[in-house]
């Protein structure tokens, strides 16, 4: 790192943290994004406050979906018409908010007022390209034991690398689990005899959606690593480049809202900056989780299957991975999401970096545990420099 930087790090995450859990659309959110906007301020920078309305918990979306399927797997015991149409429309709503495509069963759930806060870095001259830069202000509440004690979720992944290459996610299970369960359904229409599993598989939704809302009440993560780390690491990346602008690079900084309740600052932010934002020159890039572990760039995400990212980034990503001097940085595949997964999806040039420990677990994922005092400072430090050089590479290639 050649210059001093006027932002610490550690200060940010520690300021985070202390303020009122940052849960979507709570005071604590809307407190992290006025304490982002002061700091981008400080450095110059013009913030301005996007508002929005979103749902509010991301575990009560599981829940819901998998509360229809149990009460279709039911139903379908009696009612077998009925039962199957309401497990496939479950399927399809459950679908449409994994991919962040449609929201049918979730726009009944209870939503609130979310922000992003966004603040531009022009380009020295004349502007080329545009990167948008996304670290979520918001922290997830602890997750169902059962899935994410950490001691159980390492020693899942560990056992998942090294028997299958990478872990599956047990969203996945449940979701092919009630496309299942649709398709039992449809054979006993045909007259096959299929209520024991049909049985079965709603008994497994019951559990899943108890896990779920359960966990939809459940506390607050500090969210030291997730996502305060990104958020810390974007003002860095902030501050340098408002100090030495790139020559045709102009840089946005977004502090997304509600990303743990299912993407929505993202959602708000492609959908109401759509027709500025010219797909072919805009990089979307999305720091999550990076407060320690060791750092990997992302060839694509997604829940239910990978949706790769676009060639070039990738390309770049492992350019300057083997740049003189670059931080430790590999490749990974993620089978969960990230703000990222909202460009992706609508095919704009999309990636994530994470960092994640030896097993390919993020350490204290929405845990208890995710706390200033397990942040690793050399992470941030790695990640903020793998960002810098990855933007000084898009800036480089649009100077032709
Ligand atoms: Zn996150």
Redesign the pocket.
């Known amino acids: 790192m050649d210059n001093p930087t006027r932002i610490d790090m550690m200060d940010e995450i520690r300021t985070l943290c202390a303020l009122p859990p940052r849960l979507p659309c709570s005071e604590g959110e809307r407190r992290g994004h006025e304490h982002v906007a002061s700091r981008l301020a400080a450095l110059g920078l013009q913030p301005s406050t996007e508002s929005f309305r979103f749902q509010s918990n991301g575990y009560a979306r599981f829940a819901a979906h998998a509360g229809v399927l149990w009460a279709a797997g039911t139903v379908g015991l009696a009612a077998p018409w009925l039962g199957t149409a309401l497990s496939a429309a479950a399927n399809a709503s459950f679908f449409g908010d994994l991919e962040s495509r449609w929201f049918w069963l979730a726009k009944l759930l209870p939503a609130g007022p979310s922000q992003n806060v966004v603040a531009r870095i022009p380009a020295a001259g004349e502007v080329r390209e545009r990167v948008v830069l996304m670290a ?1 202000v918001d922290v ?1 509440r602890e997750g169902p034991p059962l899935f994410f004690a950490p001691e159980r979720a390492k020693a899942a992944a560990r056992f998942f690398r090294r028997e299958l290459g990478g872990a599956p996610n047990p969203v996945q299970l449940v979701f092919w689990s009630g496309v299942a369960q649709t398709a039992l359904q449809a054979l006993g229409l045909a007259g096959l005899p299929t209520r024991l599993p049909q049985w079965a598989l709603a008994q497994l939704h019951a559990f899943v959606a108890l896990q779920m809302g359960r966990a939809a009440f459940s506390d607050p993560v500090p ?1 030291a690593s ?2 305060a780390s ?1 958020v810390a690491v974007m003002l860095a990346a902030a501050d340098r480049l408002a100090a030495a602008p790139l020559p045709h690079t102009e840089v946005w900084v977004v502090a997304t809202g509600c ?2 309740a299912m993407l929505g600052g993202a959602l708000d932010f492609c959908d109401r900056h759509a027709a500025e934002l010219d797909a072919f020159h805009t990089w979307y890039l999305a720091i ?2 990076v407060g320690a572990g060791s750092l990997r760039w992302c060839t694509g995400e997604g829940f239910l299957r990978r949706i790769p990212y676009d060639g070039k980034f990738v390309r770049f990503c492992r350019e300057v991975a083997t740049e003189d001097g670059a931080p430790p940085v590999r490749p990974y595949t993620m089978t969960f999401a ?2 990222a997964l909202v460009p992706a999806v609508r095919g704009l040039r999309a990636m994530a970096l994470l960092a994640l420990d030896e097993d390919d677990y993020p350490p204290n994922y929405h845990w208890h545990t995710d706390s200033p005092d397990n942040i690793d400072p050399r992470a941030l430090d790695h990640t903020l420099d793998f960002t810098l050089r990855l933007l000084r590479r898009i800036d480089a290639d649009a100077a032709g």
């Open positions: 979520h997830a969210g997730d996502d990104g990303e743990e999550d989780t990230t703000d």
